[in-house]
């Protein structure tokens, strides 16, 4: 039975994915290791200098202390916690361990280590990850979404700008009509 994420964790999902969503670094949730493997990373990501980084997203002291597996395979491994959950566990994490305080920034480097888990096995696991996730959009209702959604963003980050320079354009005219003193920011 699966259980359903809570909006802390779905909010620190997309913080850890656009901290990481860089040019030549691949990334994916939830990728189980190995064929029918009983451990599963919350986030990873691979890039092309060949380096794994495993992320555990934890959002309660609860959650940070449970029995369930951590699964730090990567050559750099780290918690993604709360600010104020990383305030109060900081001195148990191991030293190795990197921490992204709210998914946004690290806040304690990681150290690297040797993989624990094949290469191959690693990039198998990814890739059927991937895989199940592009299956999964393109069995919704709706497959072009993701597209859709980026077009409507880059639309709405020109009328920002558009928006943001007719401003500007106003101030200027009214500081000039009323001879105030007006800096451009």
């Not at 730090?72 to 992204?100: A, Q, R």
């Not at 690290?106 to 990039?123: F, G, N, P, Y």
């Amino acid at each position: 039975m699966k259980i359903a994420k809570t909006e802390l964790t779905i909010q620190l999902e997309r913080q850890i994915y656009s901290a990481t969503n860089k040019q030549g670094v691949f990334g994916c949730f939830e990728v189980t290791i190995g064929w029918f493997g009983d451990e599963r990373v919350d986030y990873i990501t691979y890039d092309t200098k060949g380096i794994w980084r495993c992320y555990e997203i934890k959002v309660s002291k609860p959650d940070f202390y449970s029995k369930a597996k951590k699964t730090f395979v990567g050559h750099y491994n780290y918690f993604v916690l709360p600010k104020e959950l990383y305030e109060e566990v900081k001195h148990d994490i191991p030293s190795h361990i990197g921490v992204y305080v709210d998914g946004n920034y690290s806040v304690k480097r990681a150290k690297k280590q040797e993989l624990t888990i094949d290469v191959q096995v690693l990039k198998d696991s990814l890739i059927r990850s991937l895989s199940r996730e592009s299956e999964k959009l393109l069995k919704s209702e709706n497959p072009s979404f993701v597209e859709y959604m980026n077009r409507r963003l880059s639309y709405e980050r020109k009328e920002k700008e558009r928006y943001r320079e007719q401003y500007q354009n106003l101030m200027r005219e009214v500081h000039e009509k009323f001879g105030t003193r007006w800096r451009y920011s």
